[in-house]
């Protein structure tokens, strides 16, 4: 243990409104603590810049997942292992089962929440993509009230984000209409558990008489956020996959995404990988 | 910068016995069940959560407890690998790596061992594919995971067995 503990404040405020009362009184004091697989990490290394948090792991009003007629509520502190045993997710929304189930370890997915994986902010995370691809709404809470975001909008750049000192993300809410859409998602990393991605993706679409009628592609590790394949999408629209259409989708692809080299991968492997994805998906389109 | 933070009391339950706590609230559960009741049987690996090796159950629920501040354990039911056996009974996981040779250094050991007993807990007949999910998070560096896999299997078959 690198850290000096006493240093280190962390409190369980009773309820949600208690704690969203700390948050508003004390402006950037105090900042959320979920489930811990992230901060915990930078604690043991001795790099856990802030010093005050607040437990919210047990907060009631930040865990569940309500289906309604036209939407899917999934409460910030849904763990992965709760996404992957709902049905109606694993029916209608499987990329983010898919990526739950990709998420570390099952220790892990025991305690990593959906709102932790938006908070962290990691360009690498493995539930955004395929938040984005079902265009998610983020629910924003604070002591003066709730707004909702579009997610494809909430990061602004490498670990930043629409969120205010004084809000924390409530739930997360999927339109009910993609069920029937082709869906593809891919994680690759060095292994095949446990690792961090160096590329991911994640695609459906809406295919009728052989024609991409609507398509969204997001993917993950490839620029400072997870990104959503805008003009690749606004190329296929329309479409019917053929081999020419794939050549033009992957040109559109590598000028929209932004990878680097780092200590998971090279820009030029996730550059080919990426681009590859996107013809396994074409794959799927096709069949 | 805020004053220093001060030691609190965590009431839980600890493989079946109430048991307290007096620790930094961000002290990890890990370090917490190693020095206070003295239950060294859950070992530290990497510390970050990807080994696996100080892995324990918090009500059921299998965790790495280098991950947990104490203060998130206030009120749960704990269960480390000291509370796996049944007395000098052995169970079934634990005799099942005795004969397969599923056990040689032995720091993976009590962090394998629970994730095995967890992963039986949710699948009695786990396939192949849902023993190395289930063991997906607990690295081991000695056996090459092959007599693991097989202490496993022929734990579950033992269970069958006598049911």
Same mark, same amino acid.
């Given at each position: 243990?690198?850290? #000096?503990?006493?240093?280190?404040? @962390? ?14 009184? !004390? ?11 992230? /901060?915990? =990490? ?24 309500? =289906?309604?007629?036209?939407? +899917? ?64 709404? $983020? !629910? ?17 750049? #490498? ?62 590790? +490839? ?11 606004? @190329? ?8 020419? +259409? @794939? ?20 820009? %030029? ?7 590859? @994805? ?6 799927? $389109?096709?069949? | ?7 609190? *009391? ?13 620790? #930094?609230?961000?002290?990890?559960? /890990?370090? +917490? ?17 990807? &080994? ?36 000098? *009974? ?37 396939? !192949?594919?849902?023993? %190395? ?6 690295? &081991?560096? &000695?056996?090459? #995971? ?18």
């Amino acid at each position: 243990m690198r850290a #000096y503990l006493p240093s280190y404040h @962390l409190e369980a405020p009773r309820d949600l409104a208690s704690a969203l009362e700390r948050m508003k009184h !004390e402006p950037s004091a105090w900042k959320p603590f979920a489930g811990g697989t992230d /901060l915990m =990490v930078l604690l043991e290394a001795g790099k856990l810049p802030h010093r005050q948090y607040l437990s919210i792991w047990k907060l009631p009003e930040l865990r569940g997942i309500d =289906v309604g007629p036209d939407h +899917v509520m999934i409460g910030a502190l849904t763990t992965y292992t709760a996404v992957q045993a709902h049905e109606t997710l694993e029916r209608e929304f499987p990329l983010v089962c898919r990526a739950a189930a990709e998420t570390g370890s099952i220790a892990t997915q025991n305690r990593g929440t959906l709102g932790g994986n938006i908070a962290n902010a990691s360009p690498a995370a493995d539930s955004p993509p395929a938040l984005i691809v079902y265009d998610a709404e $983020l !629910e924003l809470i604070s002591a003066a009230g709730t707004r909702w975001l579009a997610y494809r909008d909430f990061h602004t750049g #490498y670990k930043q984000m629409k969120l205010r000192p004084d809000e924390l993300i409530r739930r997360i809410r999927l339109a009910r209409t993609t069920a029937v859409w082709k869906q593809h998602y891919r994680k690759v990393g060095t292994r095949r558990a446990q690792a961090i991605s160096k590329v991911c993706f994640a695609g459906a679409a809406r295919v009728e008489n052989g024609r991409i009628a609507d398509v969204r592609i997001a993917l993950g590790s +490839v620029a400072p956020t997870v990104v959503r394949a805008a003009q690749t999408e606004r @190329l296929l629209r329309g479409e019917s996959p053929s081999r020419a +259409v @794939l050549q033009a989708a992957q040109v559109a692809l590598a000028r929209e995404i932004a990878p680097i080299d780092d200590m998971r991968s090279t820009a %030029r492997y996730r550059l080919r990988v990426a681009q590859n @994805l996107l013809a396994e998906f074409f794959e799927i $389109l096709s069949s | 910068m805020p004053d220093a933070a001060r030691k609190i *009391r965590v009431q839980c339950h600890v493989n079946g016995r109430a048991t307290e706590f007096d620790a #930094y609230p961000m002290a990890r559960l /890990l370090d +917490v069940l190693r020095e206070q009741p003295g239950l060294t049987g859950t070992k530290e690996g990497c510390g970050e959560g990807e &080994c696996g090796a100080c892995s324990v159950e918090i009500d059921g629920v299998l965790v790495n407890s280098c991950l947990v501040p104490v203060l998130q354990a206030e009120g749960a039911s704990i269960r480390t690998i000291e509370g796996v056996a049944d007395g000098d *009974r052995l169970h079934a996981v634990q005799q099942a790596f005795i004969t397969h040779g599923g056990a040689q250094c032995g720091i993976c050991t009590p962090g394998m061992i629970l994730a095995a007993v967890n992963l039986l807990a949710r699948h009695p007949r786990p396939t !192949e594919a849902q023993i %190395r999910e289930g063991l997906a998070g607990n690295l &081991c560096r &000695c056996t090459g #995971y092959i007599k693991i896999f097989e202490s496993v299997v022929e734990a579950c078959r033992k269970t069958e067995q006598r049911a």
